[in-house]
């Protein structure tokens, strides 16, 4: 397994118009997470432009189904985006979950109205907001989030504290 | 962001928070949003050089 290369992957959205929003736990590293995560997820608009934008901007990447046996005869464009909704991927820029929907969150233009854009590796990019990662988190009910609501909750009160 | 006053307090997350290192959080707070990103790369080259070493190990 190979590291992610966020500013890469975030590049090729960005540069090809994608509407995003980056969620998970890279939107919650962003926002002062110490968590270690493996890829970047990201809920994304389900137009089908925005579709076709997306699959455009990782098709030269060679995504495939994340722990599928090889050779299956899986093309990333508008109509598997359209037939799925969220698809977890490998590219030859690291992992990748495209998520048309995020459990407790909807989908991109609900999320959308929870981020704020950054500035990130020279992408302008839409990252979900800290209530609502941890209202996403709570919504989802693993056991394993606890410890990640927990730090999540103290990053808010440390920041409401000036941290 | 929500005021803290509105918020639900869930007594086992309360718990769970005793054990969050904040001295890490408020040393990443710090940091630009980007740098933190940088700083997960780093983590996970971190990580695969382990997972390697570990391999090697056996």
Redesign the interface.
């Known amino acids: 397994m190979m590291p992610t290369r966020f500013p890469e992957l975030l590049r090729a959205l960005s540069e090809a118009g994608v509407d995003f929003v980056v969620v998970g736990g890279a939107a919650a590293v962003a926002r002062g997470s110490v968590r270690l995560t493996q890829d970047l997820d990201v809920a994304y608009r389900r137009t089908p432009d925005n579709m076709r934008k997306l699959a455009r901007a990782l098709s030269t990447h060679r995504p495939y189904l994340r722990g599928a046996p090889a050779g299956l005869p899986f093309v990333l464009d508008e109509s598997t985006l359209r037939a799925g909704l969220n698809f977890t991927l490998v590219t030859d820029l690291g992992w990748i979950d495209l998520l048309g929907e995020v459990t407790g969150g909807g989908g991109y233009d609900e999320l959308v109205q929870h981020s704020s854009e950054m500035e990130l590796f020279g992408s302008r990019c839409r990252v979900l907001g800290l209530d609502k990662l941890i209202e996403v988190k709570r919504a989802a009910g693993r056991p394993k989030d606890l410890e990640v609501i927990a730090e999540l909750e103290a990053i808010r009160e440390e920041m409401e504290r000036g941290g | 962001?929500?005021r803290?006053s509105e918020r639900h307090v869930?007594p086992?997350?309360e718990a769970?928070?005793k054990?969050?290192?904040?001295t890490?959080?408020?040393e990443?707070?710090r940091r630009s949003?980007?740098e933190?990103?940088r700083a997960?790369?780093d983590?996970?080259?971190f990580?695969?050089e382990l997972?390697r070493a570990g391999r090697a190990d056996r």
């Open positions: 962001m929500e803290s869930d086992v997350i769970y928070k054990d969050v290192d904040r890490l959080i408020r990443n707070l949003p980007e933190r990103l997960l790369m983590m996970q080259r990580a695969v997972r």
